[in-house]
């Protein structure tokens, strides 16, 4: 009789050991080691392909290619995100910190892909009765949306299998599990192995899969760092849970971009698209103060508004403090280092504090000057014109560098009624500049915080 093999894996990496260690060998990260039991399966019960249904190669030019279709979730900024909707026969996780409103949009757009296509939304945390409840107060009430409570995933399978469905929809995978996995609902190995059944249900069958996946203290999909590479998309819903705005990002996506983002709002009827970012990012901007600037940054195709606050205040410590939230610390370290050399601005005797507002994150380098400004403002304690924008990278020797898509950051800051725009001088991009916008091309950083200050 085969004996069990135990195995321990990182819940970081996936990378998989035969003993525990504490430190893990492949990302170096301590304690993430967990034990998985593998059981063997007889000889007898190898699945053999049926004869004449084997699969044989094919030519790479002989395969169609007709078979990606996708269609629209009903939601424009999750079809964004996606890469222009979603691809029937693949499988996407969303993930996020529980109630960020993972299970909220997936209802959601239940009304939309139940015209023409029958949805199966499985449910392992709600009776039926809370999810008819639920539906009635997002008012979703389609003819072809079956719901289902159970969390056995052979009893799921069955029920996929007999109903063919075209849209499965899981809620949550950690509330699944395995009969034959000993390990207990929401541990490493029941999450892995139910996800592999979720994949080859959508692969062998055609069902899309909606997959909702909780995060952990780290901020990770939990389970096994193996889950991600399973699947085809992960979607990370991110949003502060004290405001109503949540955004949506893609952390993998195998038919489209990962830079693109979708922007919600949290209502009482449930969520709601925001169509133009930059506004809501601009609400509440302080007119006349000093320590702020906009920053025009591309999230995928879409130009986006921020606005980065800085303050700068005399420090009480032998090393002056510096904070970054919505924007990298050393980044930031770096561009003030490179502000005291290059533009004269004794910032090791002050602490500094940079903040983006609305929770938006600014990944890119044209947010550099942005941030320089807004820290030299107040620095001097003198405020920039509030119909100012500012689009830049910073070198280490202060020169200001060009950045891309410079003609779609201008137009947006022209329809949000902004006059001014401080951009770099060279550049081989032919601009395009819209009326009524003044555009300053500035060399290095002292000729940038002279316009703008």
């Not at 260690?21 to 007889?42: D, L, Y």
């Not at 249904?53 to 395969?63: F, I």
């Not at 005797?349 to 947010?367: C, H, S, T």
Request: hydrophobic share 40%.
């Amino acid at each position: 009789m085969a004996k069990m093999k135990t195995i321990f894996f990182c819940t970081s990496c996936g990378n998989e050991s035969p003993k525990w260690m504490g430190r893990c060998p492949g990302c170096g990260a301590f304690n993430t080691m967990e034990e998985h039991i593998e059981k063997p399966v007889p000889a007898g019960r190898a699945k053999v392909a049926p004869v004449g249904q084997s699969r044989n190669p094919q030519r790479l030019r002989e395969v169609r290619s007709d078979g990606e279709i996708r269609f629209s979730t009903g939601m424009g900024e999750l079809d964004r995100v996606l890469g222009g909707g979603a691809v029937a026969g693949s499988l996407v996780l969303v993930g996020g910190a529980p109630g960020i409103g993972k299970s909220t949009l997936l209802l959601q757009i239940c009304n939309s892909l139940c015209k023409g296509r029958k949805v199966l939304y499985i449910s392992g945390e709600e009776s039926e009765r809370q999810l008819k409840l639920r539906a009635e107060r997002l008012k979703v009430d389609p003819e072809d949306l079956f719901i289902l409570s159970e969390t056995r995933l052979s009893d799921i399978v069955a029920a996929t299998e007999e109903m063919q469905p075209d849209i499965l929809i899981v809620d949550s995978i950690q509330t699944l599990y395995n009969e034959e996995n000993e390990s207990s609902p929401g541990s490493v190995s029941q999450v892995k192995d139910c996800t592999m059944s979720m994949m080859q249900l959508s692969k062998s069958q055609g069902i899309t899969v909606f997959v909702v996946g909780h995060i952990n203290k780290d901020g990770n999909i939990a389970g096994p760092k193996v889950l991600e590479h399973m699947v085809d998309c992960v979607l990370y819903f991110e949003g502060d849970p004290n405001t109503s705005y949540r955004l949506l990002r893609a952390a993998k996506n195998r038919f489209g971009s990962t830079n693109e983002i979708g922007v919600f709002e949290m209502m009482d009827v449930g969520l709601v698209e925001v169509p133009n970012p930059s506004q809501m990012l601009l609400e509440g901007r302080p007119e006349g103060a000093s320590g702020t600037c906009v920053a025009c940054v591309m999230e995928g195709t879409r130009p986006v508004l921020a606005e980065v606050q800085a303050l700068v205040s005399k420090t009480t410590f032998n090393v002056p403090r510096r904070t970054a939230d919505g924007f990298d610390f050393n980044r930031a370290v770096l561009l003030m280092a490179v502000a005291e050399k290059r533009a004269g601005m004794k910032l090791s005797l002050f602490d500094a504090y940079i903040n983006v507002i609305g929770g938006l994150r600014l990944d890119e380098p044209g947010a550099d000057l942005p941030v320089v400004l807004a820290v030299a403002s107040s620095y001097r304690d003198t405020p920039i014109a509030d119909d100012l924008v500012a689009i830049g990278e910073v070198g280490l020797t202060g020169e200001i560098r060009s950045v891309s898509h410079m003609n779609q950051r201008l137009a947006e800051a022209a329809r949000l009624g902004f006059k001014k725009c401080v951009i770099p001088k060279g550049g081989a991009e032919k601009l395009e500049i819209p009326q009524g916008l003044t555009v300053y091309r500035v060399r290095n950083l002292r000729e940038a915080i002279e316009t703008a200050l």
